[in-house]
């Protein structure tokens, strides 16, 4: 038959590979199931086809409060909390949302449920959601397909930044066209990355903390210093989603190292029988299903790090 393209299909092609319907594979649909998404769970952390890399692209808004109705709110007034007592700034109102960059007192917050009045507006509203943005929570919300964070490109202002003619690039292109145009860009290239080891040196990169199960990115830098309407790039692995690329379901590790934890379960369901004699003195014997199993998942384990996963990169100091 033709390769798997669901994951249907793929659990089909796992238990045919297993014998199926020759012989009976003793395992629930449900059992197949975790069994699948164990091995892709796999595959998603070693394997080199397993997750991509991309640039996360995230726009600080701000907190907002979405309230039943917002008319008389204005850009500028102080809303505050009935029942908390927080108050903020308002920055911006789109609807029923009222933005605003962070709290007054960051130790009073607003309450979901309470009323809001403002310096323009002392007819209350009530608050239906609250959304918290990097200036108030602290961090960024990841997607739930992001499993590694590894690098926030630049902020704000340093070295090597700038906007039109205090751009330092435009300063030294400037004062050097006519060696540029004239000669080869090495000394360009050299200074550019003379000025980067500066900044990395003088300045840093903006430290972070992140973690797939908590799917919260922390940067741990002075927020006040990040404007509201600005982006925030993130270099980031991301799984390589099979509903999405179906050709994941023809991985040929995938298939086998699916195939071997199925018989893993088969085993394992058969070995609650050891002893039991049917008709005809026919014993079961899932011990062996269940050693041959392991020592495949072992073999395709090794097979994982050593030829299907990326080399881990070496620290020096």
């Known amino acids: 038959m033709a390769q798997p393209t669901t994951k249907k299909e793929f659990k089909e092609w796992c238990l045919r590979k297993l014998g199926k319907p020759v012989i009976e594979i003793n395992v629930d649909q449900d059992q197949v199931d975790d069994r699948v998404e ?41 809303v505050t909390g009935a029942t908390s007592g927080a108050e903020a700034k308002i920055i911006s109102i789109e609807g029923n949302n009222i933005y605003y960059k962070d709290l007054i007192d960051a130790d009073v917050p607003f309450q979901s449920s309470e009323q809001v009045t403002s310096t323009s507006q002392s007819t209350p509203t009530t608050i239906n959601s609250i959304y918290k943005g990097l200036h108030e929570a602290g961090y960024i919300t990841m997607p739930e397909n992001i499993i590694g964070a590894i690098n926030v490109f630049d902020l704000g202002s340093n070295i090597t930044a700038g ?10 292109v400037l004062n050097n066209l006519h060696d540029i145009v004239n000669y080869n860009l090495t000394h360009f ?20 903390r992140y973690n797939r199960h908590v799917n919260k990115l922390f940067l741990d830098t ?20 099979p509903d999405v690329y179906q050709d994941v379901w023809k991985d040929r590790w995938l298939q086998n190292y699916a195939s071997a934890k199925i018989k893993y379960q088969w085993g394992s369901n058969l070995t609650k029988f050891n002893g039991m004699t049917l008709p005809g003195n026919v014993q079961f014997n899932g011990e062996q299903i269940l050693n041959d199993a392991r020592e495949e998942i072992q073999r395709l384990e090794e097979d994982m790090i050593t030829s299907y996963s990326l080399p881990v990169m070496d620290m020096i100091g």
């Open 38 to 78: 164990e091995a892709l769970s796999y595959y998603w952390d070693y394997h080199f086809d397993g997750a991509e890399r991309t640039y996360y692209r995230h726009e600080l808004k701000g907190s907002y409060l979405t309230v039943a109705d917002a008319t008389g709110f204005a850009v500028n007034d102080t």
């Open 163 to 172: 906007s039109g003619m205090f751009n330092v690039q435009y300063q030294f």
């Open 189 to 208: 290239y050299m200074s550019m990355m003379n000025l980067q080891f500066m900044e990395e040196l003088l300045v840093g990169m903006t430290p972070m």
């Open 222 to 241: 002075k927020h006040a210093r990040l404007d509201i309407g600005t982006f925030v790039a993130i270099e980031a692995y991301k799984i390589v989603d």
